[in-house]
C-alpha cells in the first residue's frame, strides 16, 4: 500500500519554524559566549556596553595607555582593552573577520559599535592622506555580506551615530568628507585597470574591506554600528600607493587623533550629549 504524503495545518508548521528558529538561536547564543573570550582572552563581564572595531594592535595599545588598563589576548587572534564602559578590540583584516566579530559581539549585546578603519582615498584630487570620511553608505563588494541580508538590502549606518561622530570631528577642529564607501574582499587590485574604472563610474569616495560587512552583520544582529575612516593611501595613482614606509607616515602622524574622535565619539552616546540627547537610538 502507497504511503500518503503527510500534510500539517499552517499552524503546525509556524510552530515546528519557530522551535526551530529557537534551538539556532540557542546554538548560536553558546557559541558566541564561548568564542568571544576564546579569541580576545578577555572574559565577558570584562567588556564595556560600547565598542570601537579596529585593524591594528596599535590602536588597542594606545587606548591602554591612554587609560592605564590591560591589553588582553596578546597571544589570541584579536586584542582588546576596556575603560570608561568603552572596549577597543582588533579584529583583524578583511569582511570575514568583520562578519565573525560582529557575530561574536552578540554574547554582550552592545548599545553601539563604532569601527575605526583605514581606507583608499578614490577622489584624486580631491582626497588627500590623513582625511577623514564619515561613510553615509557602503557598496556591498566583499560577498561575506551576502551571508547576512540580501543583495538589496543597502549596507547603512546608525544615523545617530554617524552624528555624534560628526560633531565630535568639529570639537577637534577637523574637516570630513562624506559619501560611499566601496568594501571589496580582494586586496591586491591596485595594477587592475578595469578594477580602478569601475571604482571611477561609482564615484565612490574611498575603499576598503570592512565597512559593509560590519553596516549590514551588525543590522541583522540589531546592533548599531558606525564609522570613521582615515585615508591612508591613494590607489588610483601609481605613486599613491600603499607601502609600509608611507603607512608609518599615516599612524604616526594621524592614528591618535583618529582613536581620540573615536572614544569622544562614544562618549557622547554614553553621556547622552547635546547632539544626540533627542535621537531615538536603537535598531
Known amino acids: 500500500m502507497k504511503e500518503q504524503p503527510l500534510h500539517l495545518d499552517s499552524e503546525t508548521i509556524e510552530r515546528?519554524?519557530?522551535?526551530?528558529?529557537?534551538?539556532?538561536?540557542?546554538?548560536?547564543?553558546?557559541?558566541?559566549?564561548?568564542?568571544?573570550?576564546r579569541y580576545t582572552g578577555m572574559s565577558l563581564e570584562k567588556f564595556g556596553e560600547y565598542i570601537l572595531l579596529v585593524n591594528f594592535a596599535n590602536y588597542v595599545r594606545m587606548f591602554a595607555d591612554m587609560h592605564d588598563v590591560p591589553v588582553y589576548g596578546a597571544d589570541r587572534p584579536m586584542?582588546?582593552?576596556?575603560?570608561?564602559?568603552?572596549?577597543?578590540?582588533?579584529?583583524?583584516?578583511?569582511?570575514?573577520n568583520a562578519?565573525?566579530?560582529?557575530?561574536?559581539?552578540?554574547?554582550?549585546?552592545?548599545?553601539?559599535?563604532l569601527f575605526l578603519g583605514k581606507c583608499g582615498g578614490l577622489r584624486t584630487g580631491k582626497n588627500q592622506i590623513g582625511d577623514l570620511i564619515l561613510p553615509i553608505a557602503a557598496i556591498r563588494g566583499e560577498g561575506t555580506s551576502n551571508d547576512y541580508l540580501p543583495a538589496e538590502v543597502p549596507a547603512l549606518p546608525a544615523f545617530a551615530l554617524q552624528k555624534a561622530v560628526s560633531t565630535t570631528i568639529r570639537d577637534f577642529d577637523c574637516d570630513y568628507w562624506t559619501g560611499v564607501v566601496y568594501t571589496t574582499n580582494k586586496?591586491?587590485?591596485?595594477?587592475?585597470?578595469?578594477?580602478?574604472?569601475?571604482?571611477?563610474?561609482?564615484?565612490?569616495?574611498?575603499?576598503?574591506?570592512?565597512?559593509?560587512?560590519?553596516?549590514?552583520?551588525?543590522?541583522?544582529?540589531?546592533?548599531?554600528?558606525?564609522?570613521?575612516?582615515?585615508?591612508?593611501?591613494?590607489?588610483?595613482?601609481?605613486?599613491?600607493?600603499?607601502?609600509?614606509?608611507?603607512?608609518?607616515?599615516?599612524?604616526?602622524?594621524?592614528?591618535?587623533?583618529?582613536l581620540n574622535i573615536g572614544i569622544e565619539s562614544l562618549k557622547q552616546l554614553i553621556n547622552r550629549g547635546q547632539t544626540v540627547k533627542h535621537l531615538k537610538f536603537e535598531m
Open 16 to 37: 515546528f519554524k519557530a522551535e526551530s528558529f529557537e534551538k539556532e538561536k540557542a546554538t548560536k547564543e553558546r557559541m558566541v559566549k564561548d568564542w568571544l573570550p
Open 187 to 258: 586586496r591586491v587590485w591596485e595594477h587592475r585597470e578595469d578594477f580602478k574604472e569601475n571604482l571611477r563610474n561609482l564615484r565612490c569616495h574611498a575603499i576598503d574591506m570592512e565597512t559593509a560587512t560590519i553596516f549590514i552583520a551588525a543590522f541583522k544582529n540589531h546592533m548599531p554600528a558606525g564609522a570613521l575612516l582615515l585615508v591612508s593611501d591613494m590607489p588610483m595613482t601609481h605613486d599613491g600607493i600603499k607601502t609600509e614606509a608611507s603607512d608609518k607616515v599615516v599612524t604616526t602622524n594621524f592614528a591618535e587623533r583618529h
Open 79 to 96: 586584542q582588546a582593552a576596556t575603560a570608561e564602559n568603552i572596549t577597543i578590540i582588533n579584529f583583524g583584516i578583511g569582511s570575514p
Open 99 to 113: 562578519g565573525l566579530i560582529i557575530d561574536l559581539l552578540e554574547a554582550i549585546h552592545p548599545k553601539a559599535v
